[in-house]
């Protein structure tokens, strides 16, 4: 299975701020994913991190909000701009490998961020 | 309409049990996929099993077993011999042709020693 690295594990800032959440993967991979969880909910996707295009972001989230890199196929950032404590929550980056015919979805550690 | 259900909120079971967790399914896709995962009170999502909508057999891996149940679109997991390490959230998901995964709402599992 893939190791995913997720930084920070934790943060806590500012409103009116912005946080960049860092994913690297130890190999190769298709699929790169950003989630959010807010307190107490589910996993809500927030968008497909495309290597060398824009990200393909789901209903409810804007480049502006969550701006998104994949320069390579291990490695993408996540950023949430302009903060407001509503964005307190956790922020996890997801991979799949498809090329391999593997099918499982594993996730970096989390990023639990409060804003205050 | 909700895709994936959990109906248990939170559960207790007695260390060394069995412990099952409800999950349903909505799709009309014929190929799909059903996950489950583990999160602690530490926040990561730890990958547990993984059944195919193909897959003729019922996907074990060590304690975690998915009994899958294709026409009443049911995938519950059991938790053998429960140890205190299994108190955590626990949520199922499922991929529907392309890649998106969609969650549950989760059940919080509280191991009692």
């Known amino acids: 299975s893939a190791v995913i690295s997720q930084k920070p594990s934790r943060d806590i800032c500012q409103r009116g701020t912005s946080l960049t959440i860092q994913c690297q993967v130890d190999?190769?991979?298709?699929?790169m994913f950003w989630y959010r969880q807010q307190p107490g909910q589910s996993l809500t996707l927030i968008a497909t991190a495309n290597q060398g295009s824009e990200a393909t972001y789901e209903s409810g989230f804007v480049i502006d909000k969550f701006p998104i890199s994949r320069p390579n196929l291990t490695f993408s950032t996540l950023t949430v701009s302009n903060m407001s404590p509503e964005d307190s929550s956790i922020y996890l980056c997801?991979?799949?490998?498809?090329?391999?015919?593997?099918?499982?979805?594993?996730f970096g550690q989390g990023t639990r961020l409060t804003v205050v | 309409a909700q895709k994936i259900t959990q109906t248990q909120p939170g559960m207790f079971v007695q260390e060394k049990e069995a412990v099952t967790l409800d999950c349903t399914y909505d799709t009309s896709d014929p190929s799909y996929g059903l996950f489950w995962y583990k999160q602690p009170s530490s926040g990561e999502m730890i990958f547990l099993i993984y059944q195919g909508s193909y897959d003729q057999q019922n996907a074990t891996e060590g304690r975690y077993s998915l009994n899958f149940q294709k026409a009443r679109k049911s995938a519950n997991l059991v938790i053998s011999a429960s140890q205190l390490g299994d108190s955590a959230m626990y949520f199922c998901?499922?991929?529907?042709?392309?890649?998106?995964?969609?969650f549950g709402a989760g059940t919080t599992v509280t191991v009692r020693a």
């Open positions: 998901a499922m991929r529907e042709g392309g890649y998106k995964l969609s």
């Open positions: 997801s991979v799949e490998d498809r090329d391999r015919g593997n099918t499982e979805a594993f």
């Open positions: 190999s190769q991979v298709t699929m």
